[in-house]
């Protein structure tokens, strides 16, 4: 029998000679069904960072290698076969950044955990590459910045290489109350590779479903309110949204100043916490240690379960896989948020900041652009409502026009209200009076088809990870397995400043949960084998 590692780097440079014998960025002009159903085979075995470094320091590939690879993957399985349309735009100078790497590898002279490692940066953070920042507007089309954001220079500075802008839920699904999460006038709608026609969530829909699909090592991604978590959730691998604040925002499409981070989505834990490490110029989260499972003890937040079988069933399987390896378990059967308006005060603050901020960072670059305030953002899609509003309308971005200004009394209400409710009276609450080291629940609910004629139509929300993001509190999403096909993850959520801790104990985790499902690019739930025969009756 063929040795696994054999078999893969016979994959590899196969993919290799495809790629470095086709024109431009490894496009090649007519991809063959072959070399699609090749690339979506060799999607699971597809190196993690760890595996990759191993590779790089034993000779067997080098970054211009596997930079190649992912730039044919991308050809074959982004732009064309199933047309995941999860790459906004392939950085033309990724081959050079990775001949730099390999030249520095031969030099004994790496410069960190990253060095060589390909990275797809969301659109909606701003690289010193020839490729635009657009937030998936064309609006930005023109937006080429002249510095990377401060969390790209790290990476940068770390060695990594940057592969290309990856595709989102454009201005980072705030525009509309009907939107349609993984779609952006410029990039275009995200396909979920476990199964095509169903919702990559959003907004860093991009992000999850190119790392699902093996099209680059590493990725990064933004949240206000889900938007690492969600798609990280139903595309089956990790995301994890740090401690607000922790990461630098500048250089990144604004939405909410108390919540906008940015944070790593990748195929491990592992992987995660040396991003984390590059992104914060440390050492903090790959030296943190987690918890024996012995003394270790997890609430679990029984009323964000919601009452899907299907979900309950692989959520108590992961709990029950915990305990046996000697988890301490508390459930948490309630809470009643201390804000009655909550929702309403959430929007107010999410939409008093969206106004300010984005108007600040449109101003700043109005040279450059078509438009430098939101109010001219407004009259430019009602323009190009053809491209802009094809889909659904902008009732956030009118809204956010009519709300008072960062600071008034109305923004410190709500602010103050949905802060105490989520932090003081929520996540610390349920931590000291269940006495555990942090809360878990699923991620969210099994993802429902795409729909662009209603726009985003969820089933019945399940988890607490709508507590982290307001809060401000770091939360992790790990993969717990599937529901005929499509993956669910599982949250582990703790107090402000916990991440590395919060990091090491997701790794142990993973570890007794196996690994995650890989995608494979079913069309829809029709073609599931637990599923078809149904569909044909007696």
Known sequence: MEHRSSRLMRLIFVAVAMALGAAGCGQSADPTSEEIAAAIKQTGQMPDLITLRQRFESGEISSEQIVAIYLQRIALLDRKGPSLRSVIAVNPDALDQAKASDDRRRANAELGPLDGIPVLIKDNIETLDPIPTTAGSSALLTNFSEEDSPIVARLRAGGAVILGKTNLSQWANFRSTHSVSGWSSVGGQVKNPHMLDRSPCGSSSGSGAAIAAGLATLALGTETNGSIICPAHVNGIVGFKPTVGLLSTEGIVPISASQDTAGPM??????????????????????AQAKSPEDLRIGVLRFAQGEN????????????????????????????????????????????????????FLNARRERLPVSSVASLIAFNVKNSDTELSLFAQEHLVSSTAR????????????????????????????????????????????????????????????????????????????????????????????ANTDARLLATGRAIETIFGPAPTPTFLTTAAKHPEVEPATKGG
Not at 278 to 285: A, E, I, Q
Not at 404 to 420: M, R, Y
């Open 404 to 495: 008072p200004d960062v600071g008034s009394t109305e923004h410190n209400t709500a602010l103050n209200a949905i802060q105490v409710a989520s932090r003081q009276n929520g996540i610390d609450r349920l931590l000291s009076e269940g006495n555990v080291d942090f809360l878990v629940a699923p991620s969210g609910p099994i993802s429902p088809a795409t729909d662009f004629v209603n726009g985003d139509v969820w089933p019945a929300w399940v988890g607490a990870g709508y507590m982290a993001a307001i809060a401000g509190y770091p939360h992790l999403t790990i993969p717990m397995g599937a529901v005929r096909g499509l993956p669910l993850g599982f949250s582990i959520i703790g107090t």
């Open 266 to 287: 990748t195929k491990t834990v592992t992987d995660a916490i040396n991003m984390m490490d590059v992104l914060t110029n440390s050492n903090r989260f790959s030296e």
């Open 309 to 360: 079988p299907h979900i309950s069933a692989l959520f108590d399987q992961s709990l029950a896989a915990l305990e046996e390896a000697g988890v301490t378990l508390v459930d948490i059967t309630e809470l009643e948020l201390s804000d009655p308006d909550y929702w309403q005060n959430e929007l107010a603050v999410l939409e008093i900041e969206f106004g300010d901020s984005l108007d600040e």
